[in-house]
């Protein structure tokens, strides 16, 4: 019943843009941070972003702040993934996760996943 649905994901050159989409179902969304993660094969998986349950507050992997923004419209039960400048590094599959509580801080799992969308930069 509760799904996390990912999309938007494909090619794209190095420098160019892609926008994903985090699309929930099967729970109130507006309760929950939401995070993004990422993994290349043979590479360890990385967390991207971060979203408070209401936008407040945002999170960045040093990898990529400055050129990813993530936001959300829970009345669309939906979080975004901006990611702008794309290089070659940020290949990997992309996946968004429900956390347990509202907060991007403090410890806590994440209890549901996404199936991930590919993005593919080249250089």
């Known amino acids: 019943q509760k799904q996390l649905v990912e999309s938007g994901g494909g090619l794209a050159q190095a420098g160019g843009s892609l926008s994903l989409s985090c699309e929930s179902s099967?729970?109130?969304?507006?309760?929950?941070?939401i995070g993004w993660f990422r993994q290349a094969p043979g590479k360890e998986r990385e967390g991207v972003a971060c979203i408070s349950n209401l936008g407040g507050r945002t999170e960045y992997a040093d990898s990529v702040k400055g050129r990813f923004t993530v936001t959300r419209d829970n009345a669309l039960n939906t979080v975004y993934l901006q990611m702008n400048n794309l290089e070659p590094e940020d290949t990997a599959i992309y996946y968004c996760a429900k956390k347990t509580n509202p907060y991007c801080s403090g410890v806590a799992t994440y209890d549901l996943w996404g199936q991930g969308t590919q993005v593919t930069v080249s250089q």
């Open positions: 099967g729970f109130t969304l507006d309760y929950y941070a």
